[in-house]
């Protein structure tokens, strides 16, 4: 349906005559009368009837009427939310990964109070994420690599780098006795067992990178996707595993820096591709970037 037809049919309602619709819409009365019979020929419905020599709308044109108002309310709210220059109006739904969300979305959201974009969060590994954003059941996906194990992202996307964050290797405190020293290597666990990620095989990459620069096969010998249980893990003596730097210890873990190689985690912000105008996801991924 023609979206200027509904705008006649609402103002017919609300002035009863074809006359006076075509004085405040700046056209004939013709022109009126042809819009409304076309509109019913849409709807395969009859939207006038005669009263002597003046016509009012049937009961399917006075329901037509009421739909035509949600219709045009719409319309008018599409238009200014793709209106470059309106105030940022929506809701973000975004999917991303647990630190991220708690280093880069939490303390948005305070800045967001005093506008009109909310925010739906959800907790999705990378993988999980770029599907759900894929498939537009999200608008923005928060993602990480390694530098030593680089992400390809592929066409659909458009990603932007956001921040990085060093990761060392947590082990069994007594196992490093006598001090952490300035850089540790991998290859003194070659015989232990390795704890990676159960949902994402980032970290399994870097691990077994790493490895092989020092000359060895790794062993997976458990998964966990709670940095918290792979400390759990660490401190009950059951494996080594990459954990971040500046994250607290718990008692029973020590964190060695890795150094030749860094361990660089990478975060960045991902959305469909076309899709960055739309102005509450701008004004988001602007702050994220900030």
Do not use: C
Request: hydrophobic share 50%.
């Amino acid at each position: 349906m023609e979206t200027r037809r509904l705008e006649l049919l609402v103002a017919l309602a609300r002035l009863g005559s074809m006359r006076e619709v075509a004085d405040e819409m700046g056209v004939t009365t013709s022109t009126v009368s042809q819009q409304i019979a076309a509109l019913a020929r849409e709807t395969g419905t009859v939207l006038l009837e005669p009263v002597g020599r003046r016509v009012r709308l049937t009961p399917a044109g006075r329901r037509l009427a009421d739909h035509a108002l949600t219709i045009l309310a719409a319309v008018d709210a599409a238009r200014s939310d793709l209106d470059p220059a309106a105030e940022p109006e929506g809701t973000v739904r975004v999917a991303g990964f647990a630190t991220a969300i708690r280093r880069s979305l939490l303390p948005l959201l305070a800045s967001l109070e005093s506008t009109r974009v909310r925010m739906l969060i959800a907790e999705h590994e990378p993988a999980e994420a770029l599907d759900l954003l894929a498939e537009d059941a999200v608008d923005l996906a928060l993602v990480y690599d390694y530098a030593l194990s680089p992400r390809t992202f592929d066409d659909r996307f458009e990603v932007t780098p956001l921040w990085k964050a060093r990761w060392g290797l947590g082990v069994p405190a007594e196992s490093a006795v006598g001090g952490l020293p300035a850089a540790a290597g991998v290859d003194r666990y070659r015989d232990d067992g390795w704890i990676v990620n159960s949902r994402n095989d980032a970290d399994e990459r870097v691990v077994a990178a790493l490895a092989a620069l020092a000359g060895f096969t790794p062993r997976i010998a458990h998964r966990a996707d709670s940095l918290d249980l792979v400390q759990d893990l660490i401190a009950a003596g059951l494996g080594v595993g990459l954990l971040p730097e500046g994250m607290p210890m718990r008692s029973g873990v020590r964190l060695l820096p890795l150094r030749e190689p860094v361990v660089l985690l990478r975060a960045f912000a991902v959305v469909g591709r076309g899709r960055a105008a739309w102005a509450p996801l701008a004004m988001v991924a602007g702050r994220l970037v900030r």
